[in-house]
């Protein structure tokens, strides 16, 4: 290579440069880019996360070691406190609710209790009302009202029907049900767990839940307020508050912190034993530092150029970033291997690399394009998430073989000392050796034991099944987990719940689907469950204008004043119930108030109160409403039943289900068809690179798949007896066991002659493999580190796949060593007892 130092010069400028794009690599921790995008559940998952912000809200969990009700009170107190706190930062905390605030009180109270009539079932409602409407029913109701007030612990009961007399809300579920479904303390209005062991806050962030950056802040802000909060109730009252929070940013936050100190972690390892292997092998730091500084390089442009094309890179690809030093170290090794060869035989450094790029160029990039194209399949996965990966790996690869082919060859020049072999090198060269020659000495027991293992491990293929876990792409452990557990028991927030995405064209149309999915909902989900609908307090215009002319027809005027007599009669002041009576009124005369009354704000969108905003979306583009069901552990194990789901589908056309066990057989179907394609596609793509590699000859190929192929069977069917579940980045693997389990076979055959005839014969075969065997040892054992380092993840889909690979690549190593020496000498003695046998004289006598 002519002027290297100028050649280091300008790639070491271009490293540093691109450090600046690289600080600004956008790292996503979005679930959803993960899920296929045009399944119908992952769809209803992004509707539920973006359009009802479900996956922002913060869940703040406070408690106390001590249970009592005066602990209850406490807790209560310490919810409004920190509520109160938090509401001075709005640039952080846009809402934070301890329980139904006075603006919803108010609503519920004055303006929708009074006009529950509107809100009953449309099959029912005249029913419900003339029954309560009687002379006898009238004065029944008063006499009970009169026996509640003087009745202890009755206080509910009575604030409900100041403005509700006649009792309607026990025919409106929606009407008692809290915000999400969640439990109230009834005389205050605070979430409160049912055995009162802990209180509930919930905030709606004001910076987005996938910026790191604002989720950064907010957690740290938070985590302040809380802390200063234990401090005050410890001097205040002497109680040790337990305050835990989960939900949005949080997430982000934690899962940013995690995947960046899991990819210094696995780098940082992957670097130190690969470092420590090299400097073992070579004997000094010399050509570690030019291996592992190429492959750094490559990894900067890589990481830099998606910065520059502004494309997101999940935490699953970065996780990913630790293997291009494993297979980028593989280049640089055989590089310095062949070049050090050159200069122990007393050739200048740039006639040794001149030398080194003429024999070793074909398999390089041979083994980087059928590398880089075992990962490039990927880019044809339905799911995100292999895409994600696929890119990285297949960019970065090239990049590698680019850097090792540039800034590697000018330094190994400039750098070039004295080439002495260490023991180490001298070692490997021995046991190689002899790995190979007993390999060739008795082919028939090598293939016959290989065969066995093939026939003891292939059936094991069939047991793997997919795992769809999604919880295994997102870092582990931590109190996170802990906390959602705590709220799924106490509060009914987590999995258990299945979410239905109602749609419409316009406000009447959503509602109204909306009331028929709930009452089919209610007939048919299993007993113990809860359906929970905000938005059916609401009525379209439509249905508004109807209800109101079928409501005057029975002239509640006169009933509210027939009322107010059976109260007077039975000792009560119809004043303390005067809310209720005037709405009763109001109906009578054909008025409706605004809270009740869908697509009457600005722009067609109506304001809404603070309990609806989160289950519903009224115009002006998109009408959308969320239906949950909270579900008893065990129940609906595979997501809605398909009865369900067809009647449900009956009521509110359209509707979608957000459902995990739904989204995991989305996902299987997914992950399946992604396998039955991607995998003979990558074999396909692999194979063809090797064929024209070696100029479109069979017998060559053959020779160079060959071990993978053994290997790659073999790990597959080991996998299935022992671990039998196969994720989806396990999944991801299976394209890069093949892209590189291959390059020792390609080392080896293209060393044997460049694809002539049948690879240079047995001995040319078994000499390849010798020469070749100590290089593709350190490389395997390099790549191997690099895989291996994925073992100290935090994520446990990684760590699976850090281990199917390394095994994967070491027994393609050890099939390489032993398979083709055995192949070549059975086919060389095939091919000598042809030319051995007589050859029939045509002039003889017969």
Known sequence: MPKPRIVVAALAALTLAALWPLSRLQLSTDLTRLLPADAPTARAFSSVIEDFALAETVFVRIASPAASPAAENELVAAAWRLEERLATRPDLFAEVRSGIGERDEQLLFEEILPYAALLLDDDSWRQQIEVRTTDAALAERAALLRRQATTSGAEVFLMLARSDPLGLVEAVPALTAAPRGLPLEPLTGSFLAAGGEAALLLIEPAVDALDAAGARRFADALAAEIELLREEWLQRSAIELDVRAVGGPLYAAADERAVRGNLVLTLGTSVLVCGAILWLVFGSLRLPAVVVSVVLAGAVWTFALLALLGIEISAIGLGFAAVLVGLGVDYGVHCAGIQRQHLVAGAAPDLAWRRTRREIGPAIWTSALTTGGGFAVLLFADLRLLRDVGLVVSLGILAVATATWTLGGALLQLLAGDERQPLAWRALAGATRRVAESAARRPRLVLAASAVLLALLVPGVARITLGTDLQDLRPGGGSLYETERLLAEEFGIGSETAALVVTGEDADALLAAVHRAVAELRRTVPVGSEVTAPSELLLGPEALTRRLRELRELDLGAVAGRFEEALVAAG?????????????????????????AAGGGAGGRVDLPGWLEGSVVLGPER???????????????????????????????????????????????????????????????????????????????????????????????????????LDLIGLAVLPIVLGIGIDDGLHVVHRAGQGEGTAGGSGGLLAATVAAGRAMTVTTLTTCAGFASLLLSNIAAVRRAGAIVTVGVALALLATLMLLPAVATIAETARRSRRSLPVADPNAEP
């Open 572 to 596: 009560l002041d119809p004043r303390a119930f005067g809310a209720g009576l005037e709405g009763l009124r109001r109906l009578g005369r054909g008025e409706a108030p605004p809270a009740l």
């Open 623 to 725: 009408y959308r409403a969320l239906v949950q069901v909270r579900l008893a552990p065990g129940q609906w194990p595979d997501g809605p039943p398909p009865e369900v789901r067809v009647s449900v589908e009956r009521a509110a056309p359209g509707a979608a289900w957000a459902s995990f066990p739904q989204l995991a057989a989305e996902l299987t179907r997914a992950a399946r068809h992604d396998l039955e394609l991607l995998g003979p596609l990558a074999l396909v793509v692999v194979v063809a690179v090797v064929w024209w590699s070696f100029r479109r000859r069979v017998a060559p190929t053959a020779l160079a798949v060959l071990p993978v192929a053994v290997a790659s069977a073999m790990t597959l069917g080991g996998w299935g007896w022992s671990v039998q579940a």
